[in-house]
């Protein structure tokens, strides 16, 4: 599933072949992909708006057009491709926009998850998912104060916490792992129990983490390429997702399942915090 840097990889990447590109007319040919408003009106509102701005906030990638606001959500293998218009269409493309420059820019998706919602400018902020989602990576809002206030009332795992879009926006399965690894903190650790020292680490981990793998484009893995031909180079630098052997000391990296996700840590290096009793 694309996270913060595969969600920046794909934004860059459609930049050169969409920004001042003007939509004609869009076709959907699954309509569950589009989450609001309803297909019709999806249609016409997009019809002659140009394509001015991408950008990401969260995991959700945002097309800003001249008078509206294009949210997509790519979920687990969502993705864009260029056709000449008329081109065969694959049973896995779900959305067509037609541009003024005789393409198709397609919406292609073999799992049928990704969503895409379209609304007027001025409304976006006060609206689902915006008014939801918590500080990005790099906000200088994200600091151990805030993170040690918001997991207070979380009684559950640290791993479940960090996946939790209204906290921190942008992490998924990989970097959540990547992140309590290089902060020495077992996954399964209740996030109420977490000092702030430890809140702090994972402040400096998540920025660190995050910037490192956008800058090597994100993680390529499975199935995932953001765009054709766009592949990240971040696996390279997994220390423990997916991985054998601690690259610290040796240990045999354990995978368990935590919210019914796929786990990966070092029982060494990640123990299990022991509860410290009151005298
Ligand atoms: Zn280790």
């Known amino acids: 599933m694309p996270e913060k840097p595969e969600v920046i990889t794909v934004a860059k990447s459609l930049e050169r072949s969409l920004i001042g590109r003007k939509i004609q007319k869009v076709e959907v040919y699954y309509e569950n992909i589009i989450a609001y408003p309803k297909v019709e009106a999806f249609q016409k509102e997009l019809a002659e708006e140009t394509i001015e701005q991408i950008d990401t906030r969260g995991k959700w990638l945002v097309f800003t057009l001249s008078s509206k606001i294009l949210l997509v959500h790519l979920r687990m293998e969502g993705k864009f491709l260029f056709r000449p218009i008329g081109s065969p269409r694959s ?24 969503r895409m919602i379209l609304y007027p400018k001025e409304e976006l902020l006060d609206k689902k998912p915006f008014n939801e989602l918590g500080y990005e990576y790099n906000d200088p809002n994200l600091t151990k104060e805030y993170l040690f206030t918001a997991f207070q009332k979380r009684h559950i795992p640290i791993k479940t916490v960090l996946l939790d879009q209204s906290i921190i926006a942008g992490i998924g399965n990989i970097y959540a792992d990547e992140i309590l690894f290089l902060s020495r903190i077992h ?27 956008i800058q090597l484009g994100g993680t390529t893995i499975h199935s995932f390429s953001s765009q054709e031909g766009v592949h990240g180079k971040f696996q390279n630098e997994l220390l423990v997702h997916g991985q054998k052997k601690c690259p610290y000391c040796q240990t045999d990296i354990k995978k368990i399942y935590i919210g019914g996700r796929g786990t990966y840590y070092c029982p060494r290096c990640q123990r299990v915090q022991r509860k410290k009793v009151k005298a």
């Open 91 to 114: 049973k896995h493309e779900h959305v067509s926009f037609f541009l003024n420059n005789d393409m198709e820019w397609r919406y292609h998706d073999t799992r049928k998850f990704g």
């Open 187 to 213: 996954p399964s650790t209740l996030a109420s129990s977490l000092s702030k020292q430890k809140c702090q680490r994972i402040v400096e981990n998540t920025k660190d983490v995050l910037m490192r793998a």
